[in-house]
Nanobody
Framework: QVQLVESGGGSVQAGGSLRLSCAAS????????IGWFRQAPGKEREGVAR????????LYADSVKGRFTISQDNAKNTVYLQMNSLKPEDSAMYYC?????????????????WGQGTQVTVSS
């Protein structure tokens, strides 16, 4: 499995920005999808954004479209999540994950490698 380490979380005011990073131990041809997920206390884990490591094709949850951007630097084995116009409802623990298949629906069950998470807190 791929080891994933997230960083970049923190506390910001509403309207602010953060950039999360997900560093992978190695990219292999079996890691076709890298996704960002989040989980707030008492809520289920939800998909935020996904990128195909080969083509760079992206997918976003409706709640973050136009505000978040997922990107990758294959030379650094790192995926980023740029989060702009943050809202209090974006507050959660954010996780990156890797899947050996193409994930077309931000389905957490498709992912078999997970990072430890990084906390994002947005105050109003």
């Amino acid at each position: 499995q791929v080891q994933l380490v997230e960083s970049g979380g923190g506390s910001v005011q509403a309207g602010g920005s953060l950039r999360l990073s997900c560093a992978a131990s190695a990219y292999t041809s079996s890691r076709k999808s890298i996704g960002w997920f989040r989980q707030a206390p008492g809520k289920e884990r939800e998909g935020v954004a996904r990128i195909f490591t080969g083509s760079g094709l992206t997918l976003y949850a409706d709640s973050v479209k136009g505000r978040f951007t997922i990107s990758q630097d294959n030379a650094k084995n790192t995926v980023y999540l740029q989060m702009n116009s943050l809202k209090p409802e974006d507050s959660a623990m954010y996780y990156c994950a890797a899947a050996p298949l193409y994930d077309y629906s931000l389905n957490p069950a498709a992912y078999n490698s997970w990072g430890q998470g990084t906390q994002v807190t947005v105050s109003s």
